[in-house]
């Protein structure tokens, strides 16, 4: 609302400082100064309201050093991540972009859903919560949502004429459509290949060319398989103090930093990036978004005085994968969100191996002590703020090696 307020009063009245707000860059800056404080200040509030509501987090028994203690511990705090996020970007980013409003709808829709689920556990004393169908109605609800806006909604391009470093031509392949059209498209980019974008109609086009125009048939359901997977994979992470809120901070800047190189025509072209019209605006979601990681950290850390819940689990894994996906950088989520996806795929394995186990031997056997992983260095005697720093620090890692993939291909 403020990005309106200012460029009205730049236009009318020339108000000295108005133009700052053109700029992407000083919006997210102001954006996750804005987001920090609402998260540390009003955060203990939210946490006072809750302790008074009796939103306590019911530990079930797993055999785990310091887990008795947590009983009682505020939850449902991914409500500070929401608001948090949420009103700097009503404040700061341009709120008809087809982008932030999807980001939007993918916060309060996977809130909602989060939120059903911690109600359900707290208030009817419901160790389960919302039942795990309803959840994944709810995620592929949300993966339908973005799939169809991605492929139909006329806002969302690509442009692939590229541009050389004369200023002229830059501003006109930046202004002028006719100059280098924007198409709608399905092609995505893959990392550390040369010749890197690959189009998810080749799919179905190998059979007939005709075919392209059905390609929403593949497109959506890779979308709603990449939501499903990377909401799941964060609420599967949040199991100890700090270690989903801290790793998803380091993901969202690394996709901050995608996301603001694919909206800029000329470093774009520079990187040789898809360059992806008005997509830059997702930084100001993404800035705020880590700012509240980040302030929700302040209480979230050892030990810790508020959880996130599955109210705040489920919409960052959301929020993540439709950032991915709509930045065209889904084939990096292993590598961003790598803590994630050890962390499922240590469930996954530990799952099947003692139901194999079983069947083949009549015993189940297990892979790791506990699952997930995190579990296992736990039952290790490792204490949960050492697994948790060395788990940001391969998340770091592995940004590092995200943002590598700009250049080595």
Not at 86 to 107: R, S
Not at 144 to 152: D, E, H, R
């Amino acid at each position: 609302m403020l990005y309106y307020l200012f460029e009205y009063l730049e236009s009318e009245y020339q108000f000295p400082g108005a133009t700052l707000f053109q700029f992407i860059t000083f919006r997210a800056a102001m954006a996750i100064i804005l987001s920090l404080l609402i998260s540390t200040i009003y955060g203990k509030r939210i946490i006072v309201f809750l302790q008074k509501k009796q939103m306590g987090e019911s530990i079930r028994e797993l055999g785990l050093d310091g887990q008795a203690e947590k009983a009682g511990t505020p939850t449902m705090g991914g409500i500070i991540i929401i608001l948090a996020t949420l009103v700097p970007v009503l404040l700061f980013a341009k709120l008809d972009n087809i982008y932030v409003i999807l980001l939007i709808i993918t916060t309060l829709w996977m809130g909602v859903i989060g939120f059903t689920d911690d109600y359900l556990k707290i208030k009817r004393k419901d160790k389960e919560g919302l039942a795990g169908k309803f959840k994944v109605i709810g995620q592929v609800g949300l993966g339908i949502i973005v799939g169809c806006t991605m492929y139909f909604h006329s806002d969302i391009t690509i442009k692939e004429e590229k541009v050389n470093s004369d200023v002229e031509q830059v501003v006109n392949a930046e202004k002028n459509s006719d100059f280098n059209p924007a198409i709608k498209s399905t092609k995505t980019t893959i990392p550390f290949l040369k010749n890197n974008e690959f189009d998810y109609s080749n799919l179905i086009t190998w059979i007939n060319p005709d075919f392209v125009k059905y390609a929403w048939l593949i497109f959506i359901p890779i979308v709603i398989f990449i939501v499903t997977a990377v909401s799941n994979g964060a609420n599967l992470t949040d199991g100890i103090d700090g270690l989903a809120a801290g790793s998803s901070a380091i993901m969202v800047l690394t996709l901050a930093l995608f996301a603001w190189v694919s909206g800029n025509i000329i470093f774009s072209d520079y990187l040789n990036v898809m360059y992806i019209p008005n997509s830059g605006e997702m930084t100001i979601f993404i800035a705020a978004f880590a700012g509240a990681l980040v302030g929700f950290l302040w209480y979230n850390t050892y030990p810790a005085q508020v959880f996130m819940g599955d109210t705040g689990s489920l919409t960052i894994g959301g929020i993540i994968a439709v950032i991915a996906i709509a930045i065209r950088k889904e084939f990096l989520i292993p590598i961003v969100c790598g803590v994630f996806f050890i962390e499922t795929l240590s469930v996954m394995m530990q799952v099947s191996w003692f139901k194999y186990t079983r069947k083949k031997y009549g015993e189940g056997r297990r892979i790791f002590l506990m699952s997930p992983l995190h579990h296992h260095y736990q039952k290790k005697g490792i204490h949960e703020s050492k697994i948790v720093s060395r788990f940001w620090i391969v998340g770091i890692f592995l940004a590092i090696i995200a943002v590598i993939t700009l250049k080595v291909r």
